[in-house]
């Protein structure tokens, strides 16, 4: 039974102290200490409990080895993103994502973005403005994407709307293979990244000319990645903080 290591392993996953743990069960930091020894198990309503908190589900808890998620998402980091502009475009349809990723390459490659920048990056994100008819009639979703424009690179091929990025700060999370469970993989992404900046006291504070988040995919070693960005304000800047340059 895995029981003990995965309390442990859920907790450092949420980035909080076994005291803290203590608190939101009501009982002390000496009885999760020996929950995590092994020497103890949880009465039911705990376990439910931690379940709830954890986000998980009671047999992955107690039975399965949760670590392995290890191999599947990274920590989370904070990034600081240096400004630029983008070029994008949103499609609605059944398929969204690669519908408008198909389309945007298309457009680079006739524009000779690809051509003079073969990683020029491409980033995308939910497009939010769809009706419930729309969704539930139809099966219709919206998705953005954008690729990001190296400095001094301009074109006048039209079919993008053109915005400015400005500098901001990000937590971003790393997910392994992300589309071999998408459905799982990368709402879940999402909640770490969440709950480790609730967890840290952060909150977002929505800025003109700054995403809330968006997703980068690319493959390293014949590994498909996606990076998760979501916008963090007062991100501790002692942190990891990188740029698109």
């Known amino acids: 039974m895995y029981l003990g290591k995965n309390i ?3 907790r450092k996953q949420k980035q909080i102290t076994q005291e803290q743990l203590g608190e939101r069960m009501g009982v002390s930091r000496q009885t999760v200490f020996r929950w995590e020894a092994g020497d103890a198990v949880p009465e039911l309503d705990k ?7 954890f986000s998980c589900k009671l047999d992955e808890l107690v039975r399965e ?12 980091v904070t990034r600081r993103v240096a400004p630029f502009t ?16 198909g389309y945007m390459r298309r457009w680079a490659q006739q524009c000779g973005l690809l051509a003079l920048h073969p990683d020029a990056m491409l980033i995308g994100w939910d497009f939010p403005f769809v009706s419930m008819e729309q969704q539930n009639r139809f099966g219709l979703r919206g998705y953005v994407a954008a690729y990001v424009l190296p400095e001094g690179f301009s074109t006048d091929v039209p079919g993008v709307v053109y915005e400015q990025q400005d500098e901001a700060d990000y937590a971003v999370i790393t997910v392994r293979d992300p589309f071999a469970a998408p459905f799982e993989r990368i709402p879940k992404a999402y909640r770490r990244v969440l709950e480790s900046l609730q967890a840290n006291g952060f909150r977002e504070k929505p800025r003109e000319h700054v995403l809330s988040c968006f997703e980068h995919v690319y493959e390293k070693h014949g590994v498909t990645f996606m990076d998760v960005y979501v916008h963090a304000e007062g991100v501790n800047r002692a942190d990891l903080f990188t740029s698109f340059s």
């Open 86 to 101: 983008m070029a994008r475009y949103v499609i609605v349809s059944p398929n969204p994502e690669d519908d408008v990723n």
């Open 47 to 53: 376990l439910v409990a931690l379940c709830e908190l």
């Open 8 to 10: 442990q392993y859920l």
């Open 65 to 76: 080895r949760l670590p392995d998620d290890g191999s599947i998402y990274s920590e989370v």
